[in-house]
C-alpha cells in the first residue's frame, strides 16, 4: 500500500545533502536564502531547474518564451505528453512544485531583450543559461557583468557539451572566450541532432556549480571552460583569458549584438516569435471567446491561448507576444500577427 504524505519536512527532505561536510546545515542556509534565474527551460534549464529545486535553492526565477512539443520530451525533463502547447515556464513550475513546496517560482512566459533583461535578472544571485543562441547569450552576458552576477554557461548538442563560469572582473565573461559567434554559424538540434542524456549531463553539471557558487563549496569554474566529449569521454578543462579589446569587460555596447527586435526566430524551428510594439495585457478568458466563432481553439491557459490561424499554429500570451509556428519568412509572420491583432481589436 502507497504511503501517503500529507506534509513537507525540509530536515527529511533535504538530510541526505545537510549530513554532506561539504554543504552541511549552514550551506543548505544558504541556498535556501539565494535567488536564481534559469533562462531557457528546454533540455539544459529544465535538468538545472530540477536539480536546484531539489537542492533547495529558495527562490527559482523560469523564463522562457516557448511552448512544449513532443521533441522536446526524449530531453526537457520537467515535461509530459499532458502539457504540450502548455507554456514551458507553466508546465515546468507546476512539475517542480509538486516536487518541493519549499521553492518559491516565478515562471515567466517572456523572451529576453534588451528593454526587459535589466528588470528579469535584477537583484538575483546567479544567472543559469539554457539557451540555444548566441544572440540572447552575448546580451545576458553584458547585463550580468554589469551588475557582477556570476553566469553559469552551459552549451550542447550532439554528444558534446561545454560548461564554465563567467563573472568579470575576476574571470574572462563569454565574449573574451567566443566572440562575434553569429547563430546561423552554429549546428542547431534539428539538423545535428541532440541525445537526451547530453543535456541532462551538461544541465546537471550547470546545477552543480550553481550550487557550488552559492553555498561557497569546492572549486568551480571561474577561469576555466570544461570541454565535454561523450562519445570518447573526454572531459578537458581548459585556461579561459580576458580580451583586452573585450566590449562587455570594457562596459562597451555593441550595437549589432545588443539591438532590440520585435522578431526572432527559434533556434532549429520554423517559429516566430514576435514581441508587440509596447507592453499590453490582455484578458485571454475574452480572447479565447472571441478566437471561438472563427478558429480551432486548441488550448488555454492562464499564461497562453493556442489556436489555429489558417492551418498555422499560434501562441497568444497575455502581454501580446505570439508564437508563429510553421512559417517560411519573417515578412509572412508579420502579416499574420497584424491580421489577427486587426481580427481581435486589440490596440497595439
Same mark, same amino acid.
Request: neutral net charge.
Given at each position: 500500500?502507497?504511503?501517503?504524505?500529507?506534509?513537507? +519536512?525540509?530536515?527529511?527532505?533535504?538530510?541526505?545533502?545537510?549530513?554532506?561536510?561539504?554543504?552541511?546545515?549552514?550551506? &543548505?542556509?544558504?541556498?535556501?536564502?539565494?535567488?536564481?534565474?534559469?533562462?531557457?527551460?528546454?533540455?539544459?534549464?529544465?535538468?538545472? $531547474?530540477?536539480?536546484?529545486?531539489?537542492?533547495?535553492? /529558495?527562490?527559482?526565477?523560469?523564463?522562457?518564451?516557448?511552448?512544449?512539443?513532443?521533441?522536446?520530451?526524449?530531453?526537457?525533463?520537467?515535461?509530459?505528453?499532458? !502539457?504540450?502547447?502548455?507554456?514551458?515556464?507553466? $508546465?515546468?513550475? &507546476?512539475? =517542480?512544485?509538486?516536487?518541493?513546496? +519549499?521553492?518559491?517560482?516565478?515562471?515567466?512566459?517572456?523572451? =529576453?531583450?534588451?528593454?526587459?533583461?535589466?528588470?528579469?535578472?535584477?537583484?538575483? +544571485?546567479?544567472?543559469?543559461? /539554457?539557451?540555444?543562441?548566441?544572440? %540572447?547569450?552575448?546580451?545576458? !552576458?553584458?547585463?550580468?557583468?554589469?551588475?557582477?552576477?556570476?553566469?553559469?554557461?552551459?552549451?550542447?548538442? /550532439?554528444?558534446?557539451?561545454?560548461?564554465?563560469?563567467? $563573472?568579470?572582473?575576476? %574571470?574572462?565573461?563569454?565574449?573574451? #572566450?567566443?566572440?562575434?559567434?553569429?547563430?546561423?554559424?552554429?549546428? %542547431?538540434?534539428?539538423?545535428?541532432? #541532440?541525445?537526451?542524456?547530453?543535456?541532462?549531463?551538461?544541465?546537471?553539471?550547470? $546545477?552543480?556549480?550553481? #550550487? *557550488?557558487?552559492?553555498?561557497?563549496?569546492?572549486?568551480?569554474? *571561474?577561469?576555466?571552460?570544461?570541454?565535454?566529449?561523450?562519445?570518447?569521454?573526454?572531459?578537458?578543462?581548459?585556461?579561459?583569458?580576458?580580451?583586452?579589446?573585450?566590449?562587455?569587460?570594457?562596459?562597451?555596447?555593441? +550595437?549589432?549584438?545588443?539591438?532590440? *527586435?520585435?522578431?526572432?526566430?527559434?533556434?532549429? &524551428?520554423? %517559429?516566430? !516569435?514576435?514581441?508587440?510594439?509596447?507592453?499590453?495585457?490582455?484578458?485571454?478568458?475574452?480572447?479565447?471567446?472571441?478566437?471561438?466563432?472563427?478558429?480551432?481553439?486548441?488550448?488555454?491557459?492562464?499564461?497562453? #491561448?493556442?489556436?489555429?490561424?489558417?492551418?498555422?499554429?499560434?501562441?497568444?500570451? *497575455?502581454?501580446?507576444?505570439?508564437?508563429?509556428?510553421?512559417?517560411?519568412?519573417?515578412?509572412?509572420?508579420?502579416? =499574420?500577427?497584424?491580421?489577427?491583432? !486587426?481580427?481581435? /481589436?486589440?490596440?497595439?
Amino acid at each position: 500500500m502507497p504511503l501517503t504524505v500529507n506534509f513537507f +519536512d525540509p530536515n527529511i527532505f533535504y538530510s541526505r545533502q545537510i549530513v554532506l561536510p561539504e554543504l552541511g546545515r549552514q550551506g &543548505q542556509e544558504k541556498l535556501w536564502k539565494s535567488r536564481v534565474v534559469i533562462v531557457g527551460v528546454g533540455g539544459l534549464g529544465s535538468v538545472s $531547474a530540477l536539480y536546484l529545486a531539489l537542492a533547495g535553492v /529558495g527562490f527559482i526565477r523560469l523564463i522562457d518564451q516557448d511552448t512544449v512539443e513532443m521533441h522536446n520530451l526524449h530531453r526537457q525533463v520537467l515535461y509530459a505528453l499532458e !502539457n504540450i502547447r502548455y507554456p514551458k515556464v507553466e $508546465a515546468a513550475a &507546476q512539475r =517542480i512544485r509538486n516536487i518541493n513546496p +519549499d521553492v518559491e517560482l516565478d515562471p515567466i512566459p517572456e523572451n =529576453i531583450r534588451e528593454d526587459n533583461v535589466e528588470e528579469l535578472i535584477n537583484g538575483v +544571485d546567479v544567472v543559469v543559461d /539554457g539557451l540555444d543562441n548566441m544572440k %540572447t547569450r552575448y546580451l545576458i !552576458n553584458g547585463t550580468c557583468a554589469k551588475h557582477h552576477i556570476p553566469y553559469v554557461f552551459g552549451g550542447a548538442i /550532439g554528444m558534446e557539451g561545454n560548461v564554465s563560469v563567467f $563573472a568579470p572582473p575576476e %574571470t574572462p565573461c563569454l565574449e573574451c #572566450v567566443l566572440p562575434d559567434i553569429k547563430d546561423d554559424q552554429l549546428p %542547431t538540434c534539428d539538423i545535428r541532432g #541532440v541525445l537526451g542524456s547530453t543535456t541532462g549531463i551538461v544541465g546537471a553539471l550547470q $546545477a552543480i556549480e550553481t #550550487v *557550488k557558487l552559492l553555498a561557497g563549496v569546492g572549486e568551480t569554474l *571561474k577561469g576555466k571552460l570544461l570541454v565535454c566529449d561523450f562519445v570518447t569521454m573526454d572531459f578537458v578543462k581548459l585556461e579561459i583569458f580576458k580580451r583586452s579589446d573585450c566590449p562587455t569587460c570594457r562596459s562597451e555596447k555593441a +550595437d549589432t549584438l545588443y539591438a532590440r *527586435k520585435g522578431l526572432v526566430w527559434l533556434c532549429g &524551428q520554423k %517559429t516566430v !516569435n514576435v514581441n508587440p510594439p509596447r507592453p499590453i495585457t490582455l484578458e485571454l478568458d475574452i480572447i479565447r471567446e472571441r478566437l471561438k466563432s472563427h478558429f480551432k481553439v486548441l488550448l488555454k491557459s492562464t499564461l497562453v #491561448v493556442v489556436f489555429e490561424y489558417n492551418g498555422i499554429e499560434v501562441s497568444l500570451f *497575455k502581454n501580446g507576444r505570439m508564437l508563429i509556428k510553421n512559417v517560411e519568412d519573417e515578412e509572412n509572420a508579420l502579416k =499574420i500577427y497584424r491580421s489577427i491583432v !486587426n481580427y481581435l /481589436g486589440v490596440k497595439i
